[in-house]
């Protein structure tokens, strides 16, 4: 079954959620955007965690699409769920990535047993997914995940960006 989708506007570092979704670059260690406000929010035991799996499971970094959970440190969440989305290219088509990433966090919600996950615009900002098609993709590949996850938020930070998922959510 499907979870139930909302589309909210939002800092997604204050959802009350089982896990929020970061949207990470390869490295895990932090950097801009929604990725530096969950690791300044969440405080270092995030960093530290990332260092771990970077140690452990994926030492030249966490691949484009693919997904690795965390402490959220001393975010109001209990996990943080990093994936990598693609960055935007005209010369080549991405989707199945981005879709991935969408795929493979509900897949390790699933793992850790988050009911309630957040995420934000996957890909959608520095990455340069064009707004629309980013929002449509994330709306669609929730609704046809197969996963245990009841609710899933998606916690957006302007309102051109919110107007695009609620567009995409009919």
């Given at each position: 079954m499907?979870?139930?989708?909302?589309?909210?506007?939002?800092?997604?570092?204050?959802?009350?959620?089982?896990?929020?979704?970061?949207?990470?670059?390869?490295?895990?260690?932090?950097?801009?955007?929604?990725?530096g406000?969950?690791?300044?929010?969440?405080?270092?035991?995030?960093?530290?965690?990332?260092?771990?799996?970077r140690?452990?499971?994926?030492?030249?970094?966490?691949?484009?699409?693919?997904?690795?959970?965390?402490?959220?440190?001393?975010?109001?969440?209990?996990?943080?769920?990093?994936?990598?989305?693609?960055?935007?290219?005209?010369?080549e088509?991405?989707?199945?990535?981005?879709?991935?990433?969408?795929?493979?966090?509900?897949?390790v919600?699933?793992?850790?047993?988050?009911?309630?996950?957040?995420?934000?615009a996957?890909?959608?900002?520095?990455?340069g997914?064009?707004?629309?098609?980013?929002?449509?993709?994330?709306?669609?590949?929730?609704?046809?995940?197969?996963?245990?996850?009841?609710?899933?938020?998606?916690?957006?930070f302007?309102?051109?960006?919110l107007?695009?998922?609620?567009?995409?959510?009919?």
């Amino acid at each position: 079954m499907s979870p139930e989708i909302v589309a909210e506007r939002g800092d997604i570092t204050e959802s009350t959620v089982d896990a929020v979704v970061n949207a990470a670059n390869s490295s895990l260690m932090g950097g801009g955007g929604v990725d530096g406000a969950i690791h300044r929010r969440g405080g270092p035991e995030i960093l530290a965690a990332c260092k771990k799996v970077r140690a452990e499971r994926c030492p030249d970094g966490l691949p484009t699409g693919q997904a690795v959970a965390t402490t959220a440190g001393d975010l109001p969440a209990t996990w943080v769920i990093h994936t990598v989305g693609p960055v935007y290219a005209t010369s080549e088509d991405r989707s199945a990535l981005l879709a991935s990433a969408y795929r493979e966090s509900l897949r390790v919600a699933d793992e850790i047993g988050a009911r309630t996950v957040a995420f934000p615009a996957v890909s959608a900002g520095i990455y340069g997914w064009p707004l629309d098609d980013a929002a449509r993709i994330a709306v669609e590949t929730v609704r046809d995940a197969d996963t245990a996850v009841e609710q899933v938020r998606f916690v957006l930070f302007s309102d051109d960006v919110l107007a695009a998922f609620r567009a995409a959510l009919g």
